[in-house]
């Protein structure tokens, strides 16, 4: 058991029928304690700010059981006493006692103890790698179809291209096959679309749609399908004769061979889809395949899904002829450096490269070898300002709950997006946010919230979601100009999302290439952007990480994000009374903190299955750590856990005792990745593999692992052309 969970202490021992409500806003709406001077100067000397605390584990473990003192206690975190044992040695008056007796029971926790110290990020020069995004050069500058550049300029409003445009469509526009890499939301599905559909449009003999597939396009996860769908269906608004179509799984098998019976000419899908198809489906063929596109070329490797690549690459070479070939990423790693060497022929690399540190760097368009893309770090948008606050566990959950609050409640026109390292996680915290944070009646029912009653418009996106509700939520956020979408990894890769201000990562990403994808969500197509990395004491050096990978964020402080729970009176703490709260007083701001972390506990306290909720994501918060790669296993280590702490972040007044899986149970000790789903359990080889499906797969929702898993089967048949092993 943890030692500050020790340290929550009695103010009163008279319960009030208030301390049993759930969420029980009444309750904080109530002085929680009298306003006597001894009061103020013990919570002034008791509520410290984090960094004045000393590390948790330096301090002695209390051997009081914290579940038996928080049954019997009002829980504000005041050290000593204050029931009639030790009473508080100064002021303490037989009135002061009986005013303490009758005020109500109320648990809140010890946030602002014990927590470890925050380190100093020390920031060191990072000469950041920025892109030009525009350029003055007009499509009708290139030798297309008239009414293709009318669709652009007129139904897409589009006038000049970008840089990434006007290097890649000319080449592929001469039939070459291309490697792309431009930074997040330049532009790159017209770069390789328009060029696709004017090739089709102008082919010798006009395409049938029954005569099937002319290109296909491969991306990771099904919104991207869709959406990827959706620009192609546009620019082929003048040429009704060639057909596009998605297939992406979540929809019924049978539905979708109708469709490619009916004939798709332009196919978009996701790897492990199309294999099912390539395997089941007579009717799917390529003989007339003249295009193989690979968006998020680097993620369909990570995913795990060469093997699925393996068999398409197979499956089209044994069917056509000579094809253009092209991968793209705003993040091209060593993976897709091999896949170029065995799917693209004789290629040209493509890369903007601008230096913009000091901004004497004249812009340079690279072309040439694959190999020297990366040197310069990972390209990020220019207008995108990142940050990073270091939070100790205990208060991560209040910090995130303050910040939704500034941002998206007392300013206007935000739009979030909240990323967490599981399904489980994301669930959770929608609906604890909900609840808290919008309080009853909107949480009963929020769909029939309309957008405009409510600055804090919560959703969800998820892999563990039916297709149906993830297309739904998807167009929602895509559609509305605020709300805050909490999500996994599933909306990291592709999406365009517009207006969002705001992209926050709860949990640190994997890898620096996803923390550019997640961020890249926002200050799309040089729009202004903001991104937030939300860490803990022991992960502050993730920063540096980022740093090498030449990724430069500026520190937040917790105390100004927390500062926000000044502008919501809901949180108002007892002493204060009906004073109005001047500037931020930061023991006010502590207190208030405070109440909120109480709400959140009260609400998973409210009930046995909410304490079970709390746990399973706490839980899967847990194992979801165990899977960062071993590069960043020094900084992320589930031994560098405090479980007490983490828990609190859960809405959970304790550690608990009952994880099932190993490493929750005991942090300390080795721990054993076990997935839930057995047909993982037994397949899967090697820890690397298991653990790219736990965080992204089976945590996301991306649609690749564990159908590929368990078609595992037949891709040692001969033939098979052997790929990344
Ligand atoms: N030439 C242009 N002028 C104005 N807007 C454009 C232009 N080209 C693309 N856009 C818009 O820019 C946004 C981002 O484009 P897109 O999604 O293709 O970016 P991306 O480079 O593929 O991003 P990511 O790497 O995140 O997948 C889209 O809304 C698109 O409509």
């Known amino acids: 058991m943890e030692a500050d969970e020790g340290l929550i202490l009695n103010v009163s021992s008279l319960p009030s029928p208030e301390s049993h409500h759930s969420a029980g806003h009444k309750t904080f709406r109530k002085p929680l304690l009298g306003k006597d001077k001894w009061q103020s100067k013990t919570l002034k000397r008791k509520l410290q700010w984090a960094d004045e605390g000393t590390p948790a584990k330096q301090k002695p473990k209390l051997s009081v059981s914290p579940i038996k003192k928080c049954t019997k206690e009002a829980n504000i975190c005041v050290k000593g006493n204050l029931s009639s044992k030790s009473p508080p040695k100064k002021h303490s008056t037989d009135r002061q006692n009986e005013s303490l007796r009758s005020r109500p029971f109320i648990k809140t926790s010890c946030l602002f103890k014990n927590n470890p110290k925050i380190p100093e990020i020390h920031r060191g020069g990072v000469k950041q790698v920025q892109e030009k995004v525009f350029t003055s050069d007009s499509f009708s500058q290139l030798d297309l179809h008239p009414h293709l550049i009318s ?42 679309g328009i060029p696709l559909v004017q090739s089709l449009q102008g082919m010798k003999s006009k395409i049938q749609r029954s005569d099937g597939p002319y290109a296909l396009i491969l991306v990771p996860t099904r919104e991207l399908a869709l959406q990827s769908f959706d620009t192609v269906q546009k620019l082929l608004k003048p040429f009704t004769w060639i057909v596009p179509g998605v297939l992406m799984g979540g929809e019924k098998r049978k539905s979708e061979k109708a469709r490619l019976r009916k004939g798709i000419n332009i196919l978009i899908s996701t790897p492990g889809r199309l294999v099912d198809h390539i395997k089941s489906t007579k009717c799917i063929h390529f003989r007339r ?47 897709v450096t091999r896949l170029a060497d065995i799917s693209l022929h004789d290629p040209v690399s493509i890369a903007i490269v601008e230096e913009t540190w000091d901004r004497t760097t004249p812009e340079q368009e690279v072309i040439g070898s694959p190999a020297h893309m990366e040197e310069g770090g990972f390209a990020i948008p220019e207008k995108l300002k990142q940050h990073v606050v270091v939070v100790p566990s205990k208060l991560r959950l209040v910090t995130l709950a303050a910040f939704i609050l500034g941002k998206c409640k007392f300013e206007k026109h935000h739009k979030m997006i909240v990323f967490f390292s599981s399904c489980e996680q994301v669930e959770f915290h929608y609906k604890l946010l909900l609840k808290v944070l919008l309080g009853g009646q909107e949480a009963e029912e929020p769909e029939c919230l309309p957008l405009s009653s409510s600055h804090l418009k919560f959703l969800r996106l998820h892999g563990n979601m039916e297709q149906e509700e993830r297309t739904a939520v998807f167009q929602e956020f895509l559609q509305s100009k605020t709300g805050i979408l909490l999500c996994t990894d599933v909306a990291a890769r592709g999406l365009d999302l517009p207006q969002v201000t705001w992209i926050v990562q709860y949990n640190a990403p994997a890898s620096p290439a996803e923390y550019v994808h997640r961020i890249g969500r926002t200050a799309r197509i040089g729009c202004h952007g903001n991104s937030l990395l939300i860490l803990t004491p022991s992960e502050a050096e993730y920063v540096n990480s980022l740093a090498s990978h030449k990724i430069n964020v500026s520190e937040m402080k917790m105390e100004d994000i927390l500062s926000n729970l000044m502008k919501d009176d809901r949180f108002k703490g ?56 071993k590069t960043l296993k020094h900084i992320f280590h589930i031994k560098s856990l405090h479980l007490g702490h983490v828990a609190k972040s859960f809405g959970l007044r304790d550690a608990p005792q009952n994880l099932s899986a190993s490493m929750a149970a005991s942090p300390g000790k080795k721990t054993k990745l076990q997935p839930k789903r057995p047909d993982l359990r037994r397949k899967t080889q090697g820890k690397r593999r298991l653990a790219e499906i736990l965080r992204s797969e089976y945590s996301s929702g991306m649609d690749s692992g564990v159908s590929k898993v368990k078609r595992k089967k037949g891709h040692g048949k001969p033939g098979n052309k052997k790929m990344l092993s």
């Open 151 to 192: 669709t652009i300029t007129i139904v897409l409003k589009m006038s000049s291209m970008t840089s990434v445009q006007k290097q890649t469509i000319p080449v592929l526009l001469k039939g070459k096959d291309a490697l792309v890499r431009s930074q997040t939301g330049s532009g790159k599905t017209l770069a390789y």
């Open 289 to 335: 395949i003249q295009w193989l596109i690979m968006d998020e070329a680097d993620r369909i490797l990570d995913m795990g899904f060469e093997k699925d690549v393996t068999v398409i690459l197979n499956a089209l070479n044994a069917e056509s002829g000579r094809r253009q070939n092209v991968l793209l990423s705003a993040t091209l790693t060593e993976g």
């Open 574 to 629: 007892h002493q204060w009374g009906t004073k109005k709260s001047r500037g931020t007083n930061p023991q006010e701001v502590r207190e208030r903190a405070t109440v909120l972390q109480t709400e959140f506990e009260n609400y998973v306290h409210s009930g046995e299955g909410t304490v079970q909720w709390a746990k399973k994501a706490l839980q899967s918060f847990l194992r979801s750590y165990t899977t960062y790669p």
